[in-house]
């Protein structure tokens, strides 16, 4: 009697067991599958954060090499028109403007009309990034065509 006890304790004791472990390392890998997707969708934003942060880089060197040089980079509205983001290089002979653009109906009526804002300014566009070209040298806008 005694055996079939502790054999009945035992069984229960495992089968416990059992159902607790299982459920922990469920909700594991429902979380480490979780996290990957995240992980995912984090490393597709820094990404495109950093080729974006790298075409800056490469264009301000880009600057540097032309002996163009800038006071100061302040950053723009680039929402007033239309895009994502937009940063101001300020020189000696004026300033430089350059925003970045998501596909959509305001980048797309920048590539037809090559005009920015409610004043039409003129503009230059390389992939997705735009210049104001109003008032700008060759040389800085030479800079600006020749980063892909």
């Known amino acids: 009697m005694k055996k079939i006890l502790v054999l ?6 495992f089968t416990g ?7 922990p390392n469920d909700t594991a890998n429902n979380n480490r599958s979780t996290e990957n997707v995240t992980e995912s969708e984090n490393n597709n934003n820094n990404t495109t954060m950093n ?3 790298d075409w800056y880089t490469r264009f301000e060197n880009g600057l540097k090499e032309g002996n163009i040089t ?3 980079k302040n ?10 983001e937009g940063y101001r ?17 305001e980048f797309n009526r920048i590539m037809s009309e090559k005009t920015i804002g409610d004043d039409k300014k003129k503009v230059e ?14 040389d800085v806008l030479d800079v600006f065509r020749n980063l892909k």
């Open 89 to 105: 290089y300020v020189t000696d002979n004026g300033n430089i403007d350059v925003y970045r653009y998501e596909d959509g109906d």
């Open 70 to 72: 800038y006071s100061s």
């Open 51 to 53: 080729q974006t942060d």
């Open 125 to 138: 566009v390389n992939d997705h990034m735009v210049i104001v070209s109003d008032g700008l040298s060759e």
């Open 17 to 23: 067991c059992s159902s607790q472990t299982d459920t």
């Open 75 to 84: 950053v723009l509205d680039a929402t007033s028109v239309g895009g994502v």
């Open 8 to 13: 009945l304790l035992c069984m229960s004791f």
